[in-house]
């Protein structure tokens, strides 16, 4: 099964902002992380929140 993106269709793709600091945080520890821009309302609620929640338990 292939996830749907939470960006809305038709609108250019990026890397999603908490996969990409869950990947970086997972591999140090020495710097401190954050998102100047997170597009909230596009995201369903649940996916939101399991994304902070992996972002979380690597910081």
């Known amino acids: ?3 749907r993106p939470p960006w809305p ?3 250019a793709a990026g890397a999603d ?11 140090t ?4 992380l954050a998102t100047s821009v997170l597009a909230a309302p596009y995201y369903p609620a649940l ?3 399991n ?7 690597h910081g």
């Open 17 to 27: 902002p908490l996969v990409v600091l869950s990947a970086i945080a997972g591999r």
């Open 51 to 57: 994304r902070a929640a992996a972002l979380d338990d």
């Open 1 to 3: 099964m292939v996830a």
């Open 9 to 11: 269709p038709g609108s």
């Open 29 to 32: 520890t020495r710097l401190r």
């Open 47 to 49: 996916l939101l929140a």
